[in-house]
């Protein structure tokens, strides 16, 4: 039996705000202390904002803690963030 949850669900998490350098940093910290696995990401920078948006793949149970600490994260760094579960 492994001790690995499964990651049977994907979900797109997408950020924008004013530009900012360290965007995904941001992302990468909040979903730090969960088991996931990353997929694509994009990053669009234009007339000063940032737009970011990252696929993963998630242990369902984990996805509302996520989110909650997506938003903690990006009320702190000043960027609007969301998690849709695919």
């Not at 696929?55 to 969301?82: C, F, Q, S, Y």
């Amino acid at each position: 039996m492994s001790a690995t949850p499964l990651l049977t669900a994907r979900a797109l998490i997408l950020a924008s705000g004013p530009t900012s350098p360290n965007a995904h940093q941001v992302i990468e910290k909040a979903l730090q202390d969960f088991i996931h696995e990353k997929g694509e990401s994009q990053r669009i920078d234009l007339g000063g904002r940032t737009i970011l948006a990252m696929e993963i793949k998630l242990d369902p149970a984990h996805a509302i803690a996520i989110a909650d600490e997506l938003e903690v994260m990006g009320k702190r760094a000043n960027l609007d963030i969301a998690m849709e579960i695919l």
